[in-house]
């Protein structure tokens, strides 16, 4: 069994919890209530197509709010994968997401961090395509410029959510 440290960063109300929620509980909540300073959970996967490798991640979910920023070091610091989320229904919130990602490439200094970059709550566009703020080429290319794994996903939906921890799991076991 192979054990990773996976820290998820991203604005406020993004869904990080939604989304690790989704991965560990298969369960979604509408009210949920935002982190307080970080959360730690774990699950374990089976790689797919190789059900004899099982990965374990520990996962810490950090709050998004801007006082809490100064903790987020201690979480990503030792980390062997970052899920940075935006919400594709607020374009301010993939520019917070970029700017997770260039303090990553900078404080981290191991190579091997898997960053992930996520969009969350494609369910909204599905409803309504006037909703979507972030088009997906461009969050794409963003990814592809800086190295980054890119997919969207609905923690409300469950809609990739175990693809990108699979994709995750996959790349970590490769390294
Ligand atoms: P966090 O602050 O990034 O941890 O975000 P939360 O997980 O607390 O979610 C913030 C809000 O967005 C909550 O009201 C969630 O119910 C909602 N939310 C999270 N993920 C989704 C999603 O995939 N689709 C929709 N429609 N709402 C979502
Ligand atoms: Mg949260």
Redesign the pocket.
């Known amino acids: 069994m192979l054990q990773f440290k996976l820290v ?1 960063l ?12 989704r991965f560990v509980k298969d369960s ?8 307080i300073g970080a959360a730690f959970l774990s699950q374990t996967i089976a790689l797919q197509g190789q059900p004899d490798v099982s990965v374990k991640f520990e996962i810490w ?1 950090t ?2 709010q801007e006082r809490y920023k100064s903790l987020a070091p201690m979480y990503y610091r030792n980390a062997n994968a970052a899920l940075v ?1 935006y ?1 594709i229904t607020q374009a301010g919130s993939l520019e917070k997401a970029q700017a997770w990602v260039t303090e990553l490439k900078e404080k981290v200094d191991d190579d091997s961090l898997v960053i992930y970059l996520v969009g ?5 566009a599905e409803a309504d395509q006037e909703v979507c703020a972030v088009p997906t080429p461009e969050a794409q290319q963003y990814a592809d410029d800086n190295g980054l794994l890119f997919g969207e ?5 469950g809609q990739g959510v175990q693809d990108t921890f699979q994709a995750i799991g996959q790349k970590l076991y490769d390294l």
């Open positions: 998820l991203g604005d406020s109300s993004v869904g990080k919890s939604s989304i690790v929620n979604f909540d509408e009210f949920r209530e935002s982190t979910d709050a998004g989320v919400d969350n709550k494609v369910d909204l996903v609905s923690a409300k939906t």
